[in-house]
């Protein structure tokens, strides 16, 4: 006989400790994007006045300086050009590609991951984002500046360095894309 007491009694019997046939939500935490801060956390020396090299072409090297991780001692280089955006989220993006996120992830965390930019300084979104991700100047050339464009180039972030910031460092999407549009007089504003 279907339906009798027997039955839905095992229907609504727990199953593997929850009340019903679905898994439970976790409430997922998300990082603060406090952009000042974030800024402020990328301790490389503001740029005073102006600089010599006005091209659009940057080349950017981040270094992992881990005993736990093995990395390319040679750094991870990035361009601008290579579809990535800036220099330096191009190499964030190779060195994610090379590593994979959870190493990348706890490199950042240890506070292991520097950059080298010279020529030019860091434009205010890249240095922004360099601190937010815990990254600090390798040397004293290193420099950055409150202005968003130093050559031309949309700033912008790569389809996998979004994933990452998604993912493993528990960042809003739209906070990322919110950043991305953010013109000079915001940062100015803001800063």
Not at 15 to 41: C, H, I, M
Not at 146 to 153: D, E, I, P, V
């Amino acid at each position: 006989m279907s339906g009798s007491a027997d039955d839905s009694a095992k229907r609504a019997a727990p199953q593997g400790n929850l009340t019903s046939g679905r898994p439970k939500r976790s409430r997922r935490e998300y990082r603060e994007f406090d952009v000042a801060e974030a800024w402020d956390s990328f301790a490389a020396e503001e740029q005073s006045g102006d600089h010599d090299d006005h091209s659009a072409q940057c080349r950017a090297v981040i270094f992992v300086d881990s005993d736990e991780f093995d990395s390319d001692p040679e750094g991870y280089e990035g361009q601008t050009g290579n579809g990535h955006g800036h220099a330096e989220m191009d190499a964030l993006d190779f060195l994610i590609a090379s590593m994979g996120n959870e190493a990348v992830a706890e490199v950042l965390q240890e506070g292991a991951v520097t950059l080298d930019f010279v020529g030019k300084p860091c434009c205010v979104q890249c240095s922004t984002m360099l601190g937010l991700l815990n990254i600090g100047p390798r040397t004293p050339a290193t420099r950055k500046s409150r202005n968003t464009m130093l050559a031309g180039g949309a700033w912008s972030v790569s389809l996998r360095l979004k994933t990452f910031l998604t993912d493993k460092w528990n960042m809003k999407e739209s906070d990322i894309q919110d950043f991305a549009v953010m013109d000079q007089n915001r940062f100015n504003r803001t800063l």
